[in-house]
């Protein structure tokens, strides 16, 4: 059964840094892709970052390009998303996406999700 684990919300203000951590319970964990989707109430559902499952190869959305840093530690079966200068507009349910093979930049190419961890940043 595969589990994707999501820490490292929380509620910050405009500007300041958080790092989002996603352990993930897949036996050849470099063998997927992973990403990272969110969703804020009201709104669509956006695809934010990917990564390879060697890590060389990324993928960012415009709204978060400069700001984000996607990154995966294969040896500790865990991705991660550096996020900078937070926006309100960050404001969302963040969660960690996996696909065995190649990276998709649309949420549905996911098939395995986590539960979401709440990012919320006030201005």
């Known amino acids: 059964q595969v589990q994707l684990v999501e820490s490292g919300g929380g509620l910050v203000q405009a500007g300041d840094s958080l790092r989002l951590s996603c352990a993930a319970s897949?036996?050849?964990?470099?063998?997927?892709?992973m990403g990272w989707s969110r969703q804020a109430p009201g709104k669509d559902r956006e695809f934010v970052s990917s990564?390879?499952?060697?890590?060389?190869?990324?993928y960012y959305a415009d709204s978060v390009k400069g700001r984000f840093t996607i990154s995966r530690d294969n040896a500790k079966n865990t991705v991660y998303l550096q996020m900078n200068s937070l926006k309100p507009e960050d404001t969302a349910t963040y969660y960690c996406?996996?696909?065995?093979?190649?990276?998709?930049?649309?949420?549905?190419?996911?098939?395995?999700w986590g539960q979401g961890t709440q990012v919320t940043v006030s201005s």
């Open positions: 897949l036996r050849t964990f470099n063998s997927y892709a």
């Open positions: 990564i390879s499952g060697s890590g060389a190869s990324t």
């Open positions: 996406v996996a696909r065995f093979g190649t990276s998709a930049v649309l949420s549905t190419g996911y098939n395995y």
